[in-house]
């Protein structure tokens, strides 16, 4: 099994187990805040189910099927999640779909679709540094008080405060940006609008409750798990490649080497949240889709109550 990377100028070649080759980068432009958002605008996924609620990153596609990297507790339980691309169309995610990876708090899934979906362009977290710019994309838990129970997708801009020498679960990046519960799984980008994490822990988090439902305690070194405080924490995403390659998840991917730009301005966001950012009614959306499926599967049953008749 391999991870593969495209080679190009700015980007390295990955064969996991077998070579590296490193290729003359080329530099990023800087991008502005606005300009950020757009690009995670058009990555980050909602995920949810009646149990609860985060966000993923749309990292690769295959043919029709999209892959999505989130955070394994987001997807902890074995049932059918309801994902939701930036178009607001709604898939639905089997746990057949869903593939954790041991070790780390990270999970990938996959939902097809004829329409076509951009691709988050990532970058060689190993070049993050402590004081860089970074975003974190994704949406508010539901239940936060947001006027007319809207769930709303936020970006938040902060800067790296420190890299653990001694990471646990994965996570390793610790950023000053305010996140909600609901943002867990979704990218950490930098000033370049690339991937360079996967956020999952919060400043307002217990850590005990990104432990897997069977673990009834900490099964990795208790005394490096983060604890409550102003920072919130990302796994890098080299993190995710390495795990992949022992997984055996094979993904086409490009993996920038270049620097993160600074920002130009700092981000300010906008007094009402966009359009397109925005459910106005989720429940009813998600009703609408387990209506579909109930009579999806009201159909195969009749089906295969008339061929044990016939015979068929």
């Not at 009614?281 to 009201?298: E, G, H, M, V, W």
Request: glycine share 8%.
């Amino acid at each position: 099994m391999r991870v593969n990377f495209a080679s190009s100028i700015g980007f390295r070649e990955v064969a996991i187990a077998t070579s590296l080759i490193l290729t003359l980068p080329a530099p990023v432009p800087a991008q502005t805040g606005t300009a950020v958002n757009a690009s995670a605008r058009d990555i980050t996924v909602l995920i949810t189910s009646d149990q609860n609620t985060g966000s993923g990153a749309i990292i690769a596609r295959t043919g029709k099927t999209y892959t999505v990297l989130t955070a394994r507790h987001v997807v902890r339980h074995p049932i059918q999640y309801q994902l939701r691309t930036p178009d607001k169309q709604t898939h639905p995610i089997h746990p057949d779909q869903i593939h954790p990876l041991e070790g780390v708090d990270l999970a990938t899934l996959e939902f097809n679709s004829d329409r076509t979906y951009p691709i988050a362009r990532l970058a060689d977290s190993d070049l993050a540094q402590t004081g860089q710019d970074v975003f974190v994309s994704g949406w508010l838990t539901l239940g936060s008080p947001n006027p007319g129970g809207q769930v709303i997708r936020q970006l938040t801009d902060g800067r790296i405060s420190g890299i653990l020498t001694e990471p646990w679960m994965g996570y390793q990046i610790s950023y000053t940006n305010v996140t909600s519960p609901g943002m867990n799984g979704g990218p950490l980008l930098d000033a370049g609008g690339r991937i360079i994490g996967i956020h999952g822990f919060g400043d307002n988090q217990d850590s005990t409750q990104l432990l897997p439902d069977s673990s009834a305690s900490d099964p990795e070194r208790p005394s490096q798990r983060p604890r409550r405080s102003s920072f919130s924490y990302a796994i890098p995403l080299n993190t995710f490649l390495h795990h992949a390659a022992k997984a055996g998840i094979a993904l086409n991917l490009q993996l920038e080497t270049t620097p993160a730009p600074p920002l130009p301005q700092r981000h300010t966001e906008t007094p009402a949240p966009d359009p397109r950012d925005t459910i106005e009614d989720l429940d009813a959306t998600l009703n609408t889709i387990n209506r579909s499926t109930n009579t999806l599967n009201r159909g195969t049953n009749a089906v295969r109550r008339i061929c044990r008749l016939l015979g068929c």
